[in-house]
């Protein structure tokens, strides 16, 4: 294609702006909703192609509340320990998290601490 080719010209434009809207940057999101679950980056709302590994939705605080009760070998301490991680790990909505854009997924990596 010819330089003086406006439509060469324009895909090039095209190129470079896909290029740097589409990187691998990371970006704080706020938790909409658990169950589905749903983020907002910068003001507009994902609701699919989430991928979060290492988060609790907060919706399982009376089930691990029940497990703990029902563990006689256990002591005490570790049974605080696994509550105070979980309370760090569980996400709520208004939750600030760290995401990764690759493509068309959101990787959450992390809760933002707050």
């Known amino acids: 294609m010819s330089q003086g080719d406006s439509f060469a010209r324009m895909l090039e ?17 706020k938790i909409v909703n658990i169950d589905p679950l749903s983020i907002a980056v910068n003001g507009q709302v994902i609701e699919d192609h989430i991928i979060c590994n290492g988060l609790v939705p907060s919706n399982k605080d009376e089930e691990l509340q029940a497990i703990l009760e029902k563990e006689e070998f256990i002591s005490e301490g570790l049974k605080q320990f696994l509550t105070d991680l979980y309370k760090e790990l569980r996400v709520m909505p208004n939750d600030q998290v760290l995401v990764q854009r690759v493509g068309n997924n959101f990787y959450i990596c992390g809760k933002v601490a707050g």
């Open 13 to 29: 434009v095209m190129k470079r702006q896909g290029k740097a809207h589409n990187g691998y940057d990371m970006a704080t999101a």
